[in-house]
C-alpha cells in the first residue's frame, strides 16, 4: 500500500456492519492527541456487559470523523470480516501450545506469589479447621464402611476403568485486536479512499445531502481548531469545545443545516438560543452550501432585553 | 393601525409589506415605548420583503438592528444571511419574534462562531 507520505502510516480503521472501529490504544491516542478527534468508547467489560460507566476498546468513530481521517490520507478502512482467514490447522496448534505455555507461566508465577505470601491464619484459625478436617474424614470412612456392606449402589466388578483426568483448565486471554493471528491478514483488504470503500461495499457515509451537509459542517468545525462531541444532550448536532474535552467545556452547540433554503422557523430558534444561554453556550447555525462546498456560521444568544 | 400614534413613522412600509405588517408594527411600537430606543429609524429591506428597525439601546451611542418576524412564519439560513448583507453586514443584529398574543422575543444573531459572553 503505496502512501502519499510514506514516513508516517496510515492508521487502520477496521470496519465492520458500517462502522469503523479501533482497537488499538496506541492508535486511539494518536486520533485524540494529532488529529483532534475523540469518537466514543463503545467496549464493556466481559463479566459486566450491562454497566456502561466505563467503557473501553473499541472506540467507535462519528461516520464525519471516518470520512475526514480518511480524506486527510492519515487514516485507511479495512474490510475486517474479510481479514479474518480461515486458519489451518497447524496454525490453531501452534496457538493453542502457546496458549498453553502461557497458561503454565501464569499458573506457576501465582504459585510462587502464594508461597511468598506470609502464613495470616491465627492459632485459633488453624485449631478449628483441623478439627473440620478430622469430621470430614470420619464421615467419608463411615460412608465406605456402608458402601462395602453391599449397597446397591456398590461399583460393579467389571466396572471400566475411570477416565483419565481433565487436563487442568485455564485461562484463554482473547486479545483486543486480531492482528496477533496468523489467520489475520489485512493487506488484501484496505480501501484508500471513501469511494473505493464504498465500491467495495463496506461503507456508505456520506450518502445524501444532509449527510455531505454534516461532513462538511465538521470539517469546517475542525479546521478552526475546534473538537466536536455528539450534540444529543443539547439537541443539536455537535457540541463544540474550543480544545479536548478533558480540558475546556463545551461553547457552543451546533446545528447542521444542509443547504441556505432548508426551512428554518423562529421557534427553532428561540428554542436554541435559550437553551444555549442558560447553558452558557451559545447555539451554532451551521449553513451548509453543497455547490460551493462552503459552511458558514450564525451564533445565536438571547438579546438580553425583551 | 392607522389611528395610532406610531402609524405615521411606519406608513410608507406597512402597505408595501402586508404579510410583515402585524411583526413590525409590534416590533416598533416595543422598540420605541417599552425598551426606549432612541434614534430609531425604520428601513427598507426589499430582499426579505419587510422593514428593519434601527436605533440607539439607551446609554449607548452604536446603532443596533431589529428584524422583526413572525413566529408562524418559515424562514432559512439564507434569509438570515441576506438580512446581514441588506443591512451591509452588522457584526450582530436582533431578531425580534412577534407571536399573535402580542407578546415578543428577542434573539442576538452574529455573523461567525462568536464565543458566549462569560
Same mark, same amino acid.
Given at each position: 500500500?503505496?502512501?502519499?507520505?510514506?514516513?508516517?502510516?496510515?492508521?487502520?480503521?477496521? @470496519?465492520?456492519?458500517?462502522?469503523?472501529?479501533?482497537?488499538?490504544?496506541?492508535?486511539?491516542?494518536?486520533?485524540?492527541?494529532?488529529?483532534?478527534?475523540?469518537?466514543?468508547?463503545?467496549?464493556?467489560?466481559?463479566?459486566?456487559?450491562?454497566?456502561?460507566?466505563?467503557?473501553? @476498546?473499541?472506540?467507535? #468513530?462519528?461516520?464525519?470523523?471516518?470520512? #475526514?481521517?480518511?480524506?486527510?490520507?492519515?487514516?485507511?478502512?479495512? !474490510?475486517?470480516?474479510?481479514? $479474518?482467514?480461515?486458519?489451518?490447522?497447524?496454525?490453531?496448534?501452534?496457538?493453542?501450545?502457546?496458549? &498453553?505455555?502461557?497458561?503454565?507461566?501464569? *499458573?506457576?508465577? *501465582?504459585?510462587?506469589?502464594?508461597? =511468598?505470601?506470609?502464613?495470616?491464619? =491465627?492459632?485459633?484459625?488453624?485449631?478449628?479447621?483441623?478439627?473440620?478436617?478430622?469430621?470430614?474424614?470420619?464421615?467419608?470412612?463411615?460412608?465406605?464402611?456402608?458402601?462395602?456392606?453391599?449397597?446397591?449402589?456398590?461399583? +460393579?466388578?467389571?466396572?471400566?476403568?475411570?477416565?483419565?483426568? +481433565?487436563?487442568?483448565?485455564?485461562?484463554?486471554?482473547?486479545?483486543?485486536?486480531?492482528?496477533?493471528?496468523?489467520?489475520?491478514?489485512?493487506?488484501?483488504?484496505?480501501?484508500?479512499?471513501?469511494?473505493?470503500?464504498?465500491?467495495?461495499?463496506?461503507?456508505?457515509?456520506?450518502?445524501?445531502?444532509?449527510?455531505?451537509?454534516?461532513?462538511?459542517?465538521?470539517?469546517?468545525?475542525?479546521?478552526?481548531?475546534?473538537?466536536?462531541?455528539?450534540?444529543?444532550?443539547?439537541?443539536?448536532?455537535? *457540541?463544540?469545545?474550543?480544545?479536548?474535552?478533558?480540558?475546556?467545556?463545551?461553547?457552543?452547540?451546533?446545528?447542521? /443545516?444542509?443547504?441556505?433554503?432548508?426551512?428554518?422557523?423562529?421557534?427553532?430558534?428561540?428554542? $436554541?438560543?435559550?437553551?444555549?444561554? @442558560?447553558?452558557?453556550? =451559545?447555539? /451554532?447555525?451551521?449553513?451548509?452550501? !453543497?455547490? &460551493?462546498?462552503?459552511?458558514?456560521?450564525?451564533?445565536?444568544?438571547?438579546?438580553?432585553?425583551? | 393601525?392607522?389611528? $395610532?400614534?406610531?402609524?405615521?413613522?411606519?406608513? $410608507?412600509?406597512?402597505? &408595501?409589506?402586508?404579510?410583515?405588517?402585524?411583526?413590525?408594527?409590534?416590533?416598533?411600537?416595543?422598540?420605541? /415605548?417599552?425598551?426606549?430606543?432612541?434614534?430609531?429609524?425604520?428601513?427598507?429591506?426589499?430582499?426579505?420583503?419587510?422593514?428593519?428597525?434601527?436605533?440607539?439601546? +439607551?446609554?449607548?451611542?452604536?446603532?443596533?438592528?431589529?428584524?422583526?418576524?413572525?413566529?408562524?412564519?418559515? /424562514?432559512?439560513?439564507?434569509?438570515?444571511?441576506?438580512?446581514?448583507?441588506?443591512?451591509?453586514?452588522?457584526?450582530?443584529?436582533?431578531?425580534?419574534?412577534?407571536?399573535?398574543?402580542?407578546?415578543?422575543?428577542?434573539?442576538? #444573531?452574529?455573523?461567525?462562531?462568536? &464565543?458566549?459572553?462569560?
Amino acid at each position: 500500500m503505496a502512501s502519499t507520505e510514506a514516513s508516517v502510516p496510515r492508521l487502520h480503521l477496521r @470496519v465492520a456492519n458500517k462502522k469503523a472501529y479501533v482497537w488499538d490504544v496506541e492508535d486511539i491516542a494518536t486520533i485524540r492527541t494529532k488529529h483532534r478527534l475523540c469518537g466514543v468508547f463503545t467496549g464493556t467489560l466481559p463479566h459486566m456487559s450491562q454497566q456502561n460507566l466505563f467503557l473501553g @476498546v473499541p472506540m467507535v #468513530l462519528l461516520p464525519e470523523e471516518v470520512v #475526514l481521517l480518511v480524506e486527510n490520507e492519515l487514516a485507511v478502512l479495512v !474490510d475486517d470480516p474479510n481479514a $479474518h482467514i480461515q486458519p489451518s490447522v497447524p496454525e490453531l496448534q501452534r496457538w493453542n501450545a502457546k496458549e &498453553k505455555e502461557l497458561a503454565q507461566l501464569r *499458573l506457576a508465577q *501465582l504459585n510462587a506469589a502464594i508461597a =511468598s505470601l506470609p502464613a495470616v491464619l =491465627s492459632e485459633e484459625a488453624m485449631q478449628k479447621r483441623k478439627e473440620r478436617e478430622l469430621k470430614r474424614q470420619a464421615a467419608a470412612a463411615k460412608a465406605a464402611e456402608a458402601a462395602a456392606e453391599g449397597s446397591i449402589f456398590a461399583p +460393579p466388578e467389571n466396572a471400566p476403568p475411570p477416565p483419565p483426568p +481433565p487436563e487442568p483448565q485455564y485461562t484463554v486471554v482473547i486479545p483486543a485486536s486480531s492482528i496477533s493471528f496468523e489467520w489475520y491478514n489485512d493487506s488484501a483488504c484496505h480501501y484508500t479512499t471513501i469511494q473505493s470503500a464504498k465500491e467495495a461495499g463496506i461503507w456508505e457515509y456520506p450518502s445524501n445531502l444532509h449527510e455531505r451537509a454534516k461532513c462538511g459542517v465538521f470539517r469546517g468545525l475542525w479546521e478552526q481548531g475546534m473538537y466536536m462531541g455528539g450534540g444529543i444532550k443539547f439537541g443539536g448536532d455537535y *457540541l463544540v469545545y474550543p480544545g479536548d474535552p478533558l480540558r475546556y467545556h463545551a461553547h457552543f452547540s451546533a446545528t447542521v /443545516l444542509e443547504s441556505p433554503t432548508f426551512s428554518l422557523t423562529p421557534m427553532e430558534i428561540v428554542a $436554541h438560543g435559550r437553551l444555549g444561554t @442558560v447553558t452558557k453556550k =451559545s447555539h /451554532l447555525l451551521c449553513g451548509w452550501d !453543497d455547490e &460551493k462546498k462552503e459552511v458558514s456560521y450564525l451564533s445565536i444568544e438571547w438579546a438580553g432585553f425583551g | 393601525m392607522q389611528a $395610532h400614534p406610531s402609524y405615521p413613522a411606519l406608513a $410608507h412600509v406597512l402597505p &408595501k409589506y402586508p404579510r410583515a405588517a402585524g411583526s413590525l408594527f409590534q416590533a416598533y411600537n416595543d422598540i420605541v /415605548l417599552v425598551q426606549e430606543w432612541t434614534d430609531v429609524k425604520v428601513l427598507d429591506l426589499e430582499g426579505i420583503s419587510r422593514a428593519a428597525i434601527t436605533g440607539k439601546k +439607551p446609554k449607548t451611542d452604536a446603532t443596533s438592528y431589529v428584524v422583526p418576524c413572525s413566529l408562524a412564519e418559515t /424562514l432559512s439560513f439564507g434569509w438570515l444571511t441576506t438580512a446581514f448583507t441588506l443591512l451591509s453586514d452588522p457584526p450582530e443584529i436582533f431578531l425580534a419574534i412577534t407571536s399573535d398574543d402580542a407578546s415578543i422575543v428577542y434573539y442576538k #444573531l452574529s455573523r461567525g462562531i462568536v &464565543k458566549p459572553q462569560v
